[in-house]
């Protein structure tokens, strides 16, 4: 095991790609006609009720390509929004968007929203992976608490039953720095037992 981390981060992360969407995998074939049921959650259940009810909706993940495939979920519905990765060079355009109310979803990736966003006209936020560092998590969902808002903030986390992300859950309470590596793939700080691994992947 001592000498097989990086093949156990990369098969982890594998794992944790499939909760997201299958084809977020990089196979032989291509995975184009594969689905996902938590995006079929989000795209049929949460989000129309959300929008029905009024909300507007910050959604954070840490794979870019995971909201990439919601744009196109998104447009296929024919549902307004905007986006923010770290490769956005115009920051202010979708911000204004979605704060003047023209657009009443943004999808933001983990890199490109921890800090220096003022969202304070969302009132829903939505995680749909986990991530490693709750302090971090709440950073993010604190781009909709901010001086200025007036209206209560709910924060959702879309979690996959019986799978990795649960067990993820489960280590962080105890275990930070090794969920830190195997949720940002930095094998220097893996420090994974037998025990942590059966833990993981236990039916």
């Known amino acids: 095991l001592d000498r097989s981390q990086i093949i156990v981060l990369d098969a982890l992360l594998k794992l944790r790609q499939v909760c997201c969407h299958p084809r977020l995998l990089k196979t032989e074939t291509p995975q184009q006609t594969a689905h996902s049921a938590k995006t079929a959650y989000l795209m049929e259940q949460m989000l129309p009720q959300l929008l029905e009810e009024g909300s507007s909706i910050l959604i954070f993940s840490q794979f870019t390509e995971m909201l990439a495939l919601l744009e196109?979920?998104?447009?296929?519905?024919?549902?307004?929004?905007?986006?923010?990765?770290?490769?956005?060079?115009?920051?202010?355009?979708?911000?204004?968007q979605?704060?003047?109310?023209e657009v009443r979803i943004f999808l933001i990736s983990l890199k490109a929203g921890g800090a220096g966003l003022n969202l304070t006209t969302a009132d829903t936020v939505i995680h749909y992976d986990p991530w490693w560092n709750p302090a971090a998590e709440a950073q993010a969902s604190d781009r909709a608490h901010r001086i200025g808002q007036t209206r209560p903030v709910f924060v959702h986390k879309l979690i996959c039953q019986d799978t990795i992300e649960e067990r993820i859950l489960e280590m962080q309470k105890n275990k930070a720095a090794l969920v830190e590596s195997l949720l940002t793939g930095r094998a220097e700080k893996l420090r994974l037992t037998q025990e942590d691994l059966q833990r993981l992947l236990e039916a």
């Open 72 to 96: 196109k979920e998104l447009k296929t519905a024919s549902i307004p929004y905007v986006k923010l990765t770290g490769s956005t060079k115009d920051r202010e355009t979708p911000i204004r």
């Open 98 to 101: 979605f704060q003047s109310g």
